[in-house]
């Protein structure tokens, strides 16, 4: 008797390809999600401007071929530097029905009409999320499923120049990729530093010429600043620093401050000291704060902190 054919039904691969857009550096990588999450390979092209960023990107991506079987179909895309925007606004509302669980569409609603509200000028919308959210009172990280009455959602914004945005659509039309996410770097790694207790911090990505900051304040992002000052004048740097540090406190005391580098060759001494000596008295500290550069993780390298973030958008 014989059997009839059917034909095999592929496996739909659940790899991700990383794209970390940095300040001076694109790093792409594979990354693997059974039996565990794991980067398996990356690959690192520098840019000094904009116009280089996107051949940047195609020579790290034939790199990676290079290295690995296959290249994930499935993207997500990390971008840090260039001009931005951000806006950090707490939406507080009355639910209607509070025994009708929190939806998607719900948030997708309150999302919307946030970013609405805002002036964006010359700037683009390129991503919106809640940073954190509490439920009658209750502060939860997701509120998708959670019941209530009372909500306060803390929506995070971010814009970019439209011409910023089209290299970033160049690019996904060029690999043709299907691009599951575009996410500011930072915020992904301010999530991270959240997860470890840091609610009130700075945090410091080094580049060579570059550097960006993510503040986190209460619990939330607050706000990313870029600027074009880096370790390579390791004074302006600081001075750089000092306005940063002088607009949070107007708002909270950060007790965390946080550097890690750009890439391998960021060279973090100088300024390093020069924060370590800081006098923080003269900011209106009564005690210093816990200023680090350890690594995230003893798995990645320092470099790959951007990596490491946008897989837990993955994996989390």
């Not at 960023?53 to 179909?73: C, H, Q, R, T, Y």
């Not at 948030?107 to 946030?114: A, G, H, N, Y």
């Not at 509200?117 to 991503?127: I, N, P, S």
């Not at 406190?249 to 946080?258: S, Y």
Request: overall charge negative; some cysteine.
């Amino acid at each position: 008797m014989a059997f009839p054919k059917f034909p095999l039904k592929k496996k739909e691969s659940k790899d991700f390809l990383l794209i970390e857009i940095g300040l001076e550096v694109v790093n792409i990588a594979k990354l693997s999600v059974d039996p565990k999450p794991l980067i398996e390979e990356v690959s690192r092209k520098k840019f000094s401007a904009l116009e280089d960023m996107f051949n940047a990107s195609i020579e790290a991506i034939d790199e990676l071929a290079g290295k690995v079987k296959n290249i994930p179909k499935k993207a997500i895309l990390g971008v840090s530097g260039g001009p931005v925007r951000t806006e950090t606004t707490v939406a507080q509302y009355t639910r209607p029905d509070p025994n009708e669980a929190i939806s998607g569409e719900e948030v997708e609603k309150v999302l919307e009409e946030v970013s609405a509200k805002e002036e964006a000028g010359e700037l683009k919308l390129f991503f919106s999320t809640i940073a954190s959210a509490k439920i009658d009172g209750t502060k939860v990280s997701n509120p998708i499923g959670i019941k209530g009455e009372k909500a306060d959602l803390s929506c995070f914004i971010a814009y970019k120049h439209p011409e910023e945005l089209a290299v970033f659509d160049k690019l996904v039309d060029e690999i043709d990729m299907e691009l599951e996410k575009i996410i500011p770097t930072s915020f992904a790694v301010a999530k991270l530093m959240l997860k470890k207790g840091n609610e009130n911090a700075l945090l410091f990505r080094l580049g060579s010429n570059r550097s960006e900051v993510a503040h986190l304040l209460g619990g939330h992002i607050n706000r990313i600043v870029q600027f074009d000052l880096g370790v390579s004048n390791p004074e302006l740097l600081l001075e750089g620093f000092e306005l940063v540090i002088e607009e949070a406190v107007r708002e909270e005391k950060p007790e965390f401050i946080w550097l890690y580098p750009d890439s391998s060759e960021v060279d973090m001494t100088d300024i390093k000291d020069k924060l370590l000596n800081l006098a923080w008295k003269d900011f209106g500290f009564h005690k210093d704060p816990h200023v680090s550069f350890d690594k995230v993780s003893d798995v990645d390298a320092a470099e790959d902190t951007g990596l490491l973030a946008l897989s837990l958008e993955v994996t989390s």
